[in-house]
């Protein structure tokens, strides 16, 4: 079956209809690939912070900005805030009322500060708004910005946090799903002047799959931003970092919050830095507020590294982890066949090896696709790992894809080899929301096959198709 994308040589166009294909769709150059900003050689000044954050918005923010400039005015180039360093509140709907969304002020005046300074910044997390509407329960975001004050990658915590435990006459009892909304996507590392960054927040450490995956997407760097309790730190804390730094041969970094915050909460402290051969470079103690710059040696990573290649030594074939791994969409045309290239206006979702488009001809309301990166010919064309996520983010991109449109149903189709339907030689899976009433029985496959052998008709512009991108990019969190 063919795609929104089409060649004159599968279709007879009049000349201005294959311009406007052309022209929306298909392009015949190549995209550049972004440089790197990192030099994986050399060696990189952080700033690792440690602070005791109360209620008060303001306070909190004028002790970060305190510690950020001691960092920058030591030389370091980034420097890692705890998590939680807008504000930790008495009670749960204390802490839900005074969020605020990525554009609020807290955010924005970090974006400021980093701008001013020429520094980059990890806010660790603070409690994130689900846009302007009423919500009983916030996101805990950790966000990374760059040195002109823009937003290079968030990331929602995924593990939420729940503890019961009794200390003599100390009861320590926490259960953050009760006013957090735990994140969905799973984000690759992210690309800073300090290394490759493998975010994580708090009580992602005790989940090693996390950083084994974030390593396999080639992270240098696990940070941890951190309020742990002092009976989990105390028994945990320092084994669990090295254990993740050890395992993963990265540098971990973990600012962490300390003492007593009110009269419900203390925390434990002891932000770390690691390095990737499991020794503790960092460790703050009890110190607060406090900033400590530091080196990270790349030069000692790539020794670790070298000297036990642990990576050539995982057996996939035994314990395959294949999230879906959600990544920025910032090729500007992807390959769809050897001739044809998709414009990114047209995309909607990237992952590890397949985007999601809308399509030029769809049959029903929220007619998608999608395709893996690299070209496949056939079916068995695929790796394991490519035919993996096909077929998950098909699942995934489907789910959200039925409630959005209103559906009730799905029908998949995927054309493999000449007979099968397929025209253009590259392996693409339809996605098709159904309605009650919408087709006639069978009619919807006879419909498929027939969809675009006619394409002088009911193509959509591409400011059409960009529309419905848009839209549906923000349904998956772009």
Known sequence: MNSNSTLLKYFKFTSSLYKRVMSSVLVSQSNSQASTIIDRTSKHKIGICQLTCNEEKNKNFNICKDLITKAKDQG?????????????????????????????????KFKDLASNLKIW???????????????????????ILNDKGEIKAIYDKVHLFEVNLKNGDVITSLKESDYTIAGTDFYMPTESPVGILGNCICYDLRFPQMSNILRKFGCDILTYPSVFTVPTGEAHWEVLLRARAIENQCFVIAAAQVGKHN???????????????????????????????????????????????????????LYLQHPIVKKKIDQEFYDFSEKIKLDNRVVFLETQHCIAVVNIKPIVPGHAMVIPKLIRHRVEDMTSEEAI???????????????????????????????????????????????????????????????????????????????EANELRKLFGY
């Open 76 to 108: 370091a180039e980034m420097v890692f805030l705890p998590e939680a360093c807008d504000y930790i509140e008495k009670s749960v709907n204390a802490s839900v009322e005074k969020g605020e969304t990525l554009d609020g002020e807290f955010i924005t």
């Open 121 to 143: 910044i990890s806010i660790g997390s603070f409690h994130r708004k689900m846009g302007t509407c009423d919500h009983p329960k916030i996101y805990n975001t950790s966000v």
């Open 263 to 317: 009269e419900k909460r203390t925390s434990y402290g002891h932000s770390m830095v690691v390095d990737p051969w499991g020794k503790v470079l960092v460790d703050l103690k009890k110190e607060s507020p406090c900033v400590q710059v530091v080196e990270l040696d790349f030069a000692l990573l790539q020794q670790v590294r070298k000297s036990m290649p642990i990576m050539n030594s995982i057996r996939s074939d």
């Open 389 to 467: 996520d096909l077929f998950h983010t098909a699942k995934y991109v489907a789910s959200k894809l039925e409630r959005y449109f209103n559906a009730t149903s799905l029908n998949f189709g995927i054309q493999d080899g000449p007979e099968s339907g397929q025209s253009v030689k590259h392996v693409h899976m339809h996605i098709l929301p159904r309605r009650k009433g919408d087709f006639e029985k069978d009619e919807i496959y006879d419909r498929l096959r027939d969809h675009d052998k006619d394409m002088s008709s009911g193509l959509r512009t591409m400011e059409q198709m960009e529309k």
